[in-house]
């Protein structure tokens, strides 16, 4: 345990230690390298509680299960709640034949979903962790996303939802800390959203649940239990597709979804008082689709732009972002597009440090851009 703090009190400033208490996987956990910005909600939208991330998913899955007779949610794990607890006493409330486990097959609880979802039925379907989401790709890709297309619009399974606990968590190593998302924004019949708090959560997948298209909501597990908001205890959606200006500014455009919104929030303040330079700090919201007009509104007012994600930088949907933003903004950019993000390596365990897009390696990315 010395040593370990020895190494820790050599990272870079910024990264700030929680504490090494054991995680889910037994490894060591690494120091935050974030701090979380809570969303607030006027009193317009009612009685509010307390709740973390987990347990707002788990409201909204509460929530659609309540409202809708034909809501089922499935996955390994689910009837005891779910490793993360997203589900927990559901199945206590609602019945085993609404709220159940499934085999060890993620390419079944897709298949399984599909069908559900075409028979007529919500299907809320779980995989455990987004880095096993790939054994389901072929039923995603060539099914899900393709059903209503196949048939000539006779057929859907609009009705399908796939949730997906996601990216970096301290101590997750290669097999529990992947990004996936950029891998599904190549396909077109499926929406992909990434919430970046609980406020946002709830509104957002009850939009997913309730949207005529086949969606993946993935869950920056990092925030299960470290993001906490005065969540509405109303029904209530959120909008797919529109991004969120969490703040404006003036000379640089920073855009990121997820945990690395918060990220950029910190970078802004840094930026602020460090560099006098002023930056409007993008959530993107949903990955498909995006917001094309609220980006190309805010690069062509900044003539600047930094693009965050912790996927690896070879493919990751900030180099979609970046090539659409040379089309549409090109005689307003100062300097070319800035990409910060992992690196192109499995995702690594002791060194997750190392490879996280931090505050740090952001903040020169906007010098680079306001001296370019």
């Known amino acids: 345990m010395s040593s370990i703090r020895s190494i820790a009190r050599h990272l870079k400033p910024g990264l700030r230690v929680l504490g090494f208490n054991k ?28 709740m973390n991330l987990f347990q707002s998913v788990n409201s909204a899955l509460d929530t659609a299960l309540a409202t809708d007779s034909t809501a089922v ?6 009837g005891f709640g779910g490793v993360f607890r997203c589900t927990i006493g559901l199945q206590d409330k609602h019945g085993k034949d609404r709220v159940f486990n ?3 097959c993620e390419q079944g609880i897709a298949a399984f979903g599909i069908g559900l979802a075409a028979a007529g039925a919500t299907a809320i379907a779980e995989i455990q962790f987004a880095d096993y989401i790939f054994p389901a790709f072929d039923q995603i890709v060539n099914e899900a996303a393709k059903f209503r297309y196949r048939s000539g619009g006779l057929f859907n399974c609009g009705k399908l939802t796939i949730r997906a606990p996601c990216s970096a968590v301290g101590h997750g190593a290669l097999y529990h800390s992947q990004s996936p ?12 959203v990434i919430p970046r708090g609980p406020i946002k959560a709830k509104g957002l997948l009850l939009a997913c649940i309730r949207d005529p298209n086949p969606c993946i909501f993935f869950e920056p597990k990092v925030l299960y239990r470290s993001a906490v908001e005065e969540v509405p205890v109303a029904d209530y959606t959120e909008t797919i597709g529109r991004a969120d200006v ?10 990121g979804w997820g945990t690395q919104v918060h990220v950029l929030r910190e970078v802004a303040d840094l930026a ?14 949903s990955i498909l689709p995006w917001d094309r007009d609220t980006v190309f509104k805010s690069v062509c007012k900044t003539g600047r732009c930094l693009i965050s994600h912790e996927a690896p930088l ?9 090539a659409s933003i040379q089309t549409d903004c090109f005689l307003n950019l100062e300097a070319p597009v800035q990409r910060v993000t992992g690196h192109d390596t499995p995702f690594p365990h002791v060194h997750e440090p190392f ?11 906007v010098k680079k851009l306001v001296n370019y």
């Open 23 to 50: 995680g889910v996987l037994g490894s060591v956990r690494n120091a935050a390298h974030f701090t979380y910005f809570p969303d607030t909600v006027s009193e317009a939208q009612g009685e509010t509680t307390r």
């Open 73 to 78: 949610i499935f996955g390994e794990d689910v």
């Open 102 to 104: 499934t085999p060890l």
């Open 181 to 192: 998302e950029a891998f599904f924004a190549h396909v077109p019949g499926i929406k992909v």
């Open 246 to 255: 969490l703040v404006e500014g003036d000379d640089v455009t920073l855009i």
């Open 272 to 285: 602020a008082e460090r560099l006098n330079v002023s930056c409007e700090v993008i959530d993107l919201v």
């Open 314 to 322: 070879t493919g990751g949907f900030g180099a979609e972002l970046a």
């Open 355 to 365: 490879y996280m897009p931090t505050k740090w390696r952001c903040l020169e990315a």
